[in-house]
């Protein structure tokens, strides 16, 4: 199983309580974003084209803590930049374990095995490695050589110390099914937990604008790429979501379900889209117009199917429907019948 059951039962819980309270609109996972700067310089990536001024910019432990109380998400994702440069990480993430959050530490992995060491295995920590591919088309994507095969190093030294540890990867157009599935099979062969897929979104800072899927393309990608899906494989996902990717159903998106704070404040109206930012949480939920926002209703996210704005709503499928828990249960016993 890609997910333990105490986070399973954690979710659940919490989704079926605000469903109970009768809330609209909740979090499911803080996307928190404590700097932007990074090691790498991938193309597609549109967080470290800010000036130096911005680059430079840090949050404390403290807003941090004070993000997550503030939010009440179960789950915390800390992406980037390369969070590992952050020199109070470890700090950072005590703090968000203290509160018994399950936290997502996303990182490209050339820093992780020499940082392994100031942090402590615990079922709240998972290291999320950025992979996008067999090692060409890795080294392709983040526009370095090298990096796929230190990625796979520190991989193998956090599953040997007793880290969680998930693949992320980021599939673009041109992307191979064929070598993605033989990427799966690499993946699963170094012991990850699960792996986590989404389609490319066309941040508007990224330098390569070419290689973002349309939503028609990630559909047949996605399609080919999860036929008959082999069963060693574990996806660290809602399998609702996976067939979404697929098309084989259709959903509205919920950016609310994946809140972004950043060194500039709360994010609007999602991690990919910054049309201002709010004070607090609060704020966000009831300044930002979500009307506004959507495929069908903004240009801007005509093609966007990713992770952060669509899992919410399968999950929200899961525990609102009968048709949604029960091919949850199905797919989570037989994920052949995706």
Known sequence: MAVPISQMYTVAKYVMMQHWRGVERYPLVLMLEPLF??????????????????????LTPEQCWAAADECGAPIVSIPGGEPLIHPEMPEIVRGLIERKKYV??????????????????????????????????HDHAVCREGVYETAVKAIRAAVKAG?????????????????????????MALGVEG??????????KAPDQQSFLKRDRTRALFAQLLRRPKRQWRFNQSPLFL????GKRDYHC???????????GWQKPCYLLQDGYASSFQALLQETAWDKYGSDRNPKCADCMVHCGYEASAVRDT??????????VKLTLFPRAI
């Open 104 to 137: 997502y530490l996303c990182t490209n992995g050339i820093l992780l095995e020499r940082k392994l060491k100031e942090y402590t295995p615990s079922k709240y920590l998972t290291f999320s490695i950025h992979m996008d591919g067999l090692q060409e088309d």
């Open 243 to 246: 067939e979404f990717l697929m």
């Open 319 to 328: 525990f609102s429907t009968w048709n949604g828990f029960f091919r949850t």
């Open 37 to 58: 700067r990074c090691n790498l310089e991938c193309a597609g990536c549109g967080k470290i084209q800010y000036p130096e001024h911005v680059l430079n910019r840090r």
């Open 195 to 204: 792996m986590m897929l989404s389609p490319g979104y066309s941040y508007e």
């Open 163 to 187: 880290f969680r540890v998930t693949t992320n990867t980021t599939l673009f157009d041109g992307a191979d099914p064929v070598r993605m599935r033989r990427f799966f099979d690499e993946m």
């Open 254 to 264: 919920t950016p609310w379900g994946n809140p972004t704070y950043n060194i500039f």
